[in-house]
């Protein structure tokens, strides 16, 4: 009877793991690559640059990850440098596992992802289902057969004429402008903060020299006038 008892309570609970395993699971619709980019707001391809973790509750699931991407071409939204989104930590929450250094074509949506509790400052989410693929070296326009073959897990299929077709034109994005540094650093002279000649500065300092000195001289000259002289 025990044994019996302890065999029921075994599959049952094999039961309720898999039942927990496979709801938590992520299951992506099929999608053509014309609906993959009708269902994103921005679609570019970029290089990951820059990979954290978001703030979350220390006893509460896994906070969501944020890349930052260096764009060269944008297919759907504002062009702009650099984007930032946020995806699920976790695979089997649709997360996306974006790599540092590689390039991507991206699928993203604007707003609440609906897996994930909103990351401050990040607008931008995408995930397993997005339609999300790894591409070639470069910043030029993508061009057939420019995904890479390792690693390639994607919805919206290879890059071919209809995924192309379906991206239509991409705007370039402008490189940021790096401000120049001055040649020399350090506080401006007070002859060059008041508007002066910069090559009047050591005229004016020797002249102050000279003042002081001269009124060294004068100083040492009274005390020896006002020294009294002994009578022999």
């Known amino acids: 009877m025990v044994l019996r008892s302890l065999a029921l309570l075994a599959l049952v609970a094999s039961f309720l793991v898999g039942t927990s395993t496979a709801a938590y699971a992520c299951s992506c619709a099929d999608l053509t690559p014309a609906e993959s980019v009708g269902h994103a707001d921005t679609v570019f391809t970029g290089t990951v640059t820059g990979v954290r973790e978001s703030e979350g509750d220390p006893l509460g699931p896994r906070p969501p990850i944020v890349y930052t991407f260096r764009a060269d071409n944008v297919y759907k939204g504002a062009p702009a440098a650099e984007l930032t989104l946020a995806t699920s930590a976790d695979s089997a929450s649709c997360g996306y596992p974006f790599e540092r250094g590689t390039r991507y074509l991206v699928f993203a949506t604007s707003g609440p992802s609906g897996l994930f509790d909103p990351v ?88 102050g020299v000279a003042a002081a000195l001269l009124l060294l001289a004068g100083a040492l000259i009274l005390l020896i006038r006002r020294r009294p002289t002994r009578k022999g």
């Open 120 to 207: 401050p400052g990040v607008g931008l989410t995408s995930n397993l289902c997005s339609g999300n693929v790894p591409v070639d070296p470069g910043t030029g326009p993508l061009r057939p057969g420019d995904e890479r073959t390792t690693n390639h897990e994607s919805l919206a299929g290879p890059v071919n004429t209809a995924l192309l077709a379906a991206l239509g034109t991409p705007s370039p994005v402008t490189p940021s402008p790096v401000a120049s540094t001055p040649a020399t650093s350090g506080a401006a002279s007070p002859t060059a903060a008041a508007g002066g000649d910069p090559a009047l500065g050591p005229a004016l300092t020797a002249g």
